[in-house]
T-cell receptor, first 111, second 111 residues
Framework: ETGVTQSPTHLIKTRGQQVTLRCSSQ?????VSWYQQALGQGPQFIFQ???????GRGNFPPRFSGLQFPNYSSELNVNALELDDSALYLC??????????FGEGSRLTVL | EDQVTQSPEALRLQEGESSSLNCSYT??????LFWYRQDPGKGPEFLFTLYSAGEEKEKERLKATLTKKESFLHITAPKPEDSATYLCAVQALGLEEKLTFGTGTRLTIIP
C-alpha cells in the first residue's frame, strides 16, 4: 500500500476526445508529479505541481495540463487525444519518510 | 540531458541462481538513484534510493550498490516471486522531482 490512489484504473476513449485522470495521496505532501509509461518503456516525466502551481515540465505539449487542489489531490487532463496517448499514466508523491511512491496507474486506451 | 541505460533488457534465471542487473547513468549532478520493481499492469514499487558513490542498501534477496557512473542490483538466490521488471531512475539536483528512467530489465525466475 503506497498511499497514492489513482482513478479510474482503466478507460477507453476515441481520438479527439478529452480525458481527466485523478490522484490522491494520504501523506498530503506538497508535491505531486505525473508520468506517462508506454508499453515496454520506462515512465516519462510529464510535469509536477507544488502548492497548486506547475513548477516543472517534461517534453509534453500544452494539451497535457494539470491541477492540484488544496487537499493535495491532483488531476491530469489531456485534450484532443491521439492514438499515441495510449499508455499507463502514473501519479507519484512522497510519503512521510521522504521516499517517492507511485500509484497503480490509470491505463488509457485511445481508439 | 540526463540518461539511464539498463542491461540486460531481459534475463532468465533458474531459481537460486544469483545475478546482477546493471544501470549506467549520466546526470548533471546526482541527487539520487532509484530502483523500482514493476509487475505487469501495476505501478512501480519502491525498492531503494542511493545518494552517493559507495553506498549500498539491502532488502531481503536484493542489494543495490552505486558508483559514480553506474548502479548494480544484485539478486541472491532468487525465487519465482522475484520475477518482474526492475526499473532504475536518476534524479538530478534542483527543484524538480523529475525522475529519468531507463527502459528496465525484465527478470524471469524459472522454478
Amino acid at each position: 500500500e503506497t498511499g497514492v490512489t489513482q482513478s479510474p484504473t482503466h478507460l477507453i476513449k476515441t481520438r479527439g476526445q478529452q480525458v481527466t485522470l485523478r490522484c490522491s495521496s494520504q501523506s498530503g505532501h506538497n508535491t505531486v508529479s505525473w508520468y506517462q509509461q508506454a508499453l515496454g518503456q520506462g515512465p516519462q516525466f510529464i510535469f509536477q505541481y507544488y502548492r497548486e502551481e506547475e513548477n516543472g515540465r517534461g517534453n509534453f505539449p500544452p494539451r497535457f495540463s494539470g491541477l492540484q487542489f488544496p487537499n493535495y489531490s491532483s488531476e491530469l487532463n489531456v485534450n484532443a487525444l491521439e492514438l499515441d496517448d495510449s499508455a499507463l499514466y502514473l501519479c507519484a508523491s512522497r510519503d512521510a519518510t521522504g521516499e517517492l511512491f507511485f500509484g497503480e496507474g490509470s491505463r488509457l486506451t485511445v481508439l | 540531458e540526463d540518461q539511464v541505460t539498463q542491461s540486460p533488457e531481459a534475463l532468465r534465471l533458474q531459481e537460486g541462481e544469483s545475478s546482477s542487473l546493471n544501470c549506467s547513468y549520466t546526470v548533471s549532478g546526482l541527487r539520487g538513484l532509484f530502483w523500482y520493481r514493476q509487475d505487469p499492469g501495476k505501478g512501480p514499487e519502491f525498492l531503494f534510493t542511493l545518494y552517493s558513490a559507495g553506498e549500498e542498501k539491502e532488502k531481503e534477496r536484493l542489494k543495490a550498490t552505486l558508483t559514480k557512473k553506474e548502479s548494480f542490483l544484485h539478486i541472491t538466490a532468487p525465487k519465482p516471486e522475484d520475477s518482474a521488471t526492475y526499473l532504475c531512475a536518476v534524479q538530478a539536483l534542483g527543484l524538480e522531482e523529475k525522475l529519468t528512467f531507463g527502459t528496465g530489465t525484465r527478470l524471469t525466475i524459472i522454478p
